[in-house]
């Protein structure tokens, strides 16, 4: 009797703890410690700064082959009743710069707002908004990235349908960075990166709401350039 009582309290443990690690630690299977699934406690004591520090972390880790563990299925239950996400990212459509990949980030952790040339339009400004002033995000990044096939459609000048209208968003950045082709890497990358400076003056020039939290400092916004034959994300200066 004594042996089938301590036997249950084993089992209630046992299932305390799987409760438990289910709601703030969803897995640590090999390796290193898979992060928490973003609360709002979490969420509240980090900075602009810190949360910038993550995503850095998190690219080392993709590029040096370390990721973190994750059981992807925990964390779905683990964040269905709400989000904590620290950052919004803008970023091109590129198959090949999948965000929560890059970054090393799980379910919940970041919003991924991605159209051909991380361009912007009134709709993404509004997902930012909702981002910062809702749900309360540190940080936005608008991350470009080499190779960008819509940066050289911009170059050309490209027509298309629709695409027409978006790729004259970039023409700007094309503009600002002189002569040049679409087959000159070099070229392609500086446009880019003039693109992506040309995002983050158009966020701050057209929404006062996220300019009245990037000057209160509540917010942060950076610039970032991904390299797609390297994977590394590099950070632009202010
Ligand atoms: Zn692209």
């Given at each position: 009797?004594?042996?089938t009582?301590?036997?249950m ?18 897995t640590a299977?090999?390796?290193?410690k ?9 969420q509240?004591?980090l900075?602009p700064?810190?949360a ?5 972390k ?6 040096e ?12 239950p ?9 950052a919004a990212i ?5 198959s ?8 090393d980030?799980g ?8 159209i051909?040339?991380?361009?912007v339009?009134?709709d ?7 981002a ?5 995000v ?13 940066v050289?459609?911009?170059?050309d000048d490209?027509?298309?349908?629709n ?17 040049g ?7 392609v990358?500086?446009?880019a990166?003039?693109?992506v400076?040309?995002?983050?003056k ?7 709401t996220i ?7 509540t ?11 390297t994977g ?7």
């Amino acid at each position: 009797m004594r042996r089938t009582t301590f036997a249950m309290e084993l089992v209630a443990l046992a299932l305390a703890v799987s409760a438990s690690a289910l709601a703030q630690t969803p897995t640590a299977t090999t390796g290193k410690k898979a992060p928490a699934v973003q609360t709002a406690e979490s969420q509240a004591a980090l900075t602009p700064t810190s949360a910038l520090e993550k995503l850095k972390k998190g690219n080392t880790r993709f590029v040096e082959k370390n990721m973190r563990t994750r059981d992807w299925m925990a964390k779905v239950p683990a964040t269905a009743s709400g989000q904590h996400p620290f950052a919004a990212i803008l970023a091109c459509m590129d198959s090949r710069n999948p965000i929560e990949i890059i970054f090393d980030q799980g379910i919940g952790d970041v919003f991924g707002i991605r159209i051909a040339g991380n361009i912007v339009n009134d709709d993404e400004l509004g997902s930012m908004e909702y981002a910062t002033k809702v749900v309360g995000v540190k940080l936005i990044v608008v991350l470009g990235h080499t190779s960008c096939g819509a940066v050289k459609g911009a170059i050309d000048d490209a027509k298309l349908g629709n695409l027409t209208g978006l790729l004259a968003k970039i023409r700007p950045a094309v503009s600002a960075s002189g002569p040049g082709s679409s087959k000159d890497d070099a070229y392609v990358t500086k446009v880019a990166q003039a693109n992506v400076s040309q995002a983050m003056k158009e966020i701050r020039e057209k929404s006062p709401t996220i300019k009245e939290q990037l000057d209160a400092g509540t917010v942060g916004l950076v610039g970032a350039m991904y390299d797609v034959s390297t994977g590394k994300v590099t950070f632009l200066p202010d």
